[in-house]
């Protein structure tokens, strides 16, 4: 007997099949995008994307117009505490100064990314800098789209992420903070801008290692405090303060000021050791959450002064120029200091952690002797790095560009 099926049967099979293609469709468009680095900017990048299924998944790869994909299959990660799963792939073997296109899951969007020039002595390089960046998801994403107009090379925000604190409870922030990344710093034409990301107060719970009294100074004990920062990120990761070499001619450094590691002791001395091996780098930028020199909390605060005790003197003797500082929720720069005295050969530190915050009432910089400029505002820094020199300037989530640095810089 021959079986056939009516046109009515037909049809349910079609809108069945329909539905299925559909729904595996939709998963493959990821509910979060992060690109970051582990390693030389140069010729790596570590891609991070997010879905329900824990199953591995493809990542699909080539040099931007070129007709040949090749095909990466994805690490699979927990998202703490959520019932999304990391995928990961970290490329590497990449070409310097190259635009490559991915495409999540075979299908889908094609995106692309851009490593790092293998020279900066002649083109310059962006970078957006900031800290503190979601009291609010509509504030990130304001000073997100500003960044976006820049067209940065990359972004980074020292610390203060989600404002989560740690806390399984306060992981619909995270969603958000991903969401504002996805809205907000993929541009129109597909390029996604990576992130480099520090550690904060609020990414630990308590906001200190110190309020811990079984702490252990060990990588668990750091993932049980701060679980989403070391979860959720490839870089620093454990121990939570690391440097990123761009070939030879960048190196920035991301420390940990008391969150989950103490400043001094073996973070102190382990960037003593990494400053002193990096003699010959041209450029050098270190960043940290605790402002050395703050625009609104006490300048003799214990952190603060930790950080001026045992990390300055390095920073100082390695010919740093610029110095980035967060935690305020406010803009500063200070002039350039040295031995704790205004300078002209000593270092400029600018924050102070207003990228997605509500602003604070600052310190008067008429009678603040470190501070050149503040404002009580949402602001981020885009530096401009072209061989040994390099300017800054600060804009407001308006737009409007709320200072500069040198006074006549550089570089246009």
Do not use: C
Not at 89 to 109: C, E, H, M, N, W
Not at 119 to 132: E, L, N, P, T, V
């Amino acid at each position: 007997m021959k079986f056939t099926l009516n046109k009515f049967t037909r049809q349910l099979f079609a809108i069945a099949f329909a539905l299925i293609t559909f729904g595996a469709t939709a998963q493959q468009e990821p509910l979060g995008i992060f690109l970051t680095w582990k390693e030389d900017p140069l010729t790596t990048m570590v891609v991070d994307w997010h879905l329900e299924s824990n199953t591995p998944k493809e990542l699909l790869l080539k040099e931007k117009g070129a007709e040949t994909w090749q095909t990466k299959t994805s690490e699979v990660l927990p998202f703490p505490f959520s019932d999304r799963s990391i995928h990961r792939v970290a490329l590497s073997d990449l070409k310097p100064g190259t635009s490559y296109s991915i495409q999540f899951g075979g299908q889908g969007r094609e995106y692309y990314f851009n490593t790092m020039p293998a020279d900066i002595s002649k083109a310059s390089i962006r970078i957006a800098i900031g800290g503190d960046s979601m009291h609010d998801q509509a504030f990130m994403e304001k000073t997100n789209t500003q960044v976006a107009k820049y067209d940065p090379h990359f972004a980074v925000i020292g610390g203060d992420l989600a404002y989560a604190n740690g806390d399984p409870k306060n992981l619909i922030r995270w969603y958000a903070w991903f969401d504002a990344v996805k809205n907000t710093l993929i541009r129109e034409d597909g390029r996604i801008i990576p992130v480099v990301v520090g550690i904060g107060n609020h990414e630990v719970q308590g906001g200190s290692f110190a309020k811990h009294e079984d702490f252990a100074f060990d990588d668990a004990s750091r993932a049980k405090i701060a679980p989403f920062y070391y979860g959720l990120f490839a870089f620093p990761n454990q121990p939570g303060y690391g440097v990123l070499d761009f070939g030879k001619y960048f190196s920035f450094f991301l420390l940990d000021s008391d969150h989950s590691n103490p400043v001094d002791g073996v973070q102190t001395e382990w960037f003593k050791r990494e400053l002193a091996i990096r003699d010959d780098v041209t450029q050098i930028i270190t960043m940290h959450h605790v402002p050395a020199y703050p625009s609104v909390r006490d300048f003799n605060g214990t952190t603060q002064s930790r950080v001026r005790e045992h990390w300055l003197p390095l920073i100082e003797k390695a010919g740093v120029k610029l110095v980035f500082e967060n935690h305020d929720h406010a803009y500063k720069r200070t002039y350039p200091i040295k031995n704790n005295e205004v300078s002209q050969d000593g270092v400029v530190y600018i924050g102070d952690g207003s990228w997605g915050t509500s602003p604070r009432e600052i310190h008067d910089p008429e009678t603040t002797w470190y501070l050149d400029a503040a404002q009580s505002v949402r602001a981020f820094t885009l530096v401009t790095l072209q061989g040994s020199s390099f300017n800054i300037i600060s804009v407001d989530e308006d737009g409007n560009v709320i200072d500069s640095y040198p006074t006549n810089p550089l570089l246009k």
